[in-house]
Structure formats: structure tokens, C-alpha cells
């Protein structure tokens, strides 16, 4: 089993900033990719960022230039630093990782944490 605690959410004026973390437990070999993921009320899960395990990264068009994703492969760790927030950027966001559980095992594994909540008032 294997299990993503996220933490870092909160409530937060428009212009501020919040530091999200993901921590990855359990049966896990190497993690390949980490991300975050959001959903606003009313509308579908939607990616705001992907780190892979040699550090490559990609941002949705929205959130570049104000948000930076970065790990700690040692901790098996993923944090998402947002600045200058939105109201457009309330939502729920949701860690997620694909891993491996065994070494040189072609199956790659997937998990999502339980989300966090992100408000930014305007």
C-alpha cells in the first residue's frame, strides 16, 4: 500500500503565497513522476504541474510563471511553491505519483492523496 499525505492548504488574500507538500510512503521501489492536480467546484481535475525523477518539469499555460514544482527524491517528496495566487486558483489540489514497486518491474503503479484545500480570497 502506498500513500501520499499532502499538506500546506489553507486560505490565502489574492497576490499571496502558499507552499504545498506531498509525502509518498509505503511499497515503493522509485517514484517516476510526481504532480499536482486541482479541481475547482463544478469543473474536471486539471494538472498544474509534473516533476519526473531527473527533475524535468511542466506547468499548465495558467500557472506559469508563478508556480515552481521541485522534489526530494530522498524523502520521496514533492512541493509546489505558488505565488502571486488568484481566486481563479481555489481549489482542491491533489497530489499524485507513478511509481514502481519492484526493481526492474515493467509496471508502473499510480496514487492520488486525499487533496488539499487551496482558497484565495479576492
Known amino acids: 500500500q502506498v500513500q501520499l499525505v499532502e499538506s500546506g492548504g489553507g486560505l490565502v488574500q489574492a497576490g499571496g503565497s502558499l507552499r504545498l507538500s506531498c509525502a509518498a510512503s509505503?511499497?515503493?521501489?522509485?517514484?517516476?513522476?510526481m504532480g499536482w492536480y486541482r479541481q475547482a467546484p463544478g469543473k474536471q481535475r486539471e494538472l498544474v504541474a509534473v516533476?519526473?525523477?531527473?527533475?524535468?518539469?511542466n506547468y499548465a499555460d495558467s500557472v506559469k510563471g508563478r508556480v515552481t514544482i521541485s522534489r526530494d527524491n530522498a524523502k520521496n517528496t514533492v512541493y509546489l511553491q505558488m505565488n502571486s495566487l488568484k481566486p481563479d486558483d481555489t481549489a482542491v489540489y491533489y497530489c499524485?505519483?507513478?511509481?514502481?514497486?519492484?526493481?526492474?518491474?515493467?509496471?508502473?503503479?499510480?496514487?492520488w492523496g486525499q487533496g488539499t484545500q487551496v482558497t484565495v480570497s479576492s
Open positions: 499524485y505519483a507513478q511509481y514502481k514497486k519492484v526493481a526492474g518491474s515493467l509496471l508502473d503503479f499510480g496514487s
Open positions: 509505503g511499497s515503493i521501489f522509485s517514484i517516476n513522476a
Open positions: 516533476i519526473t525523477s531527473v527533475g524535468s518539469t
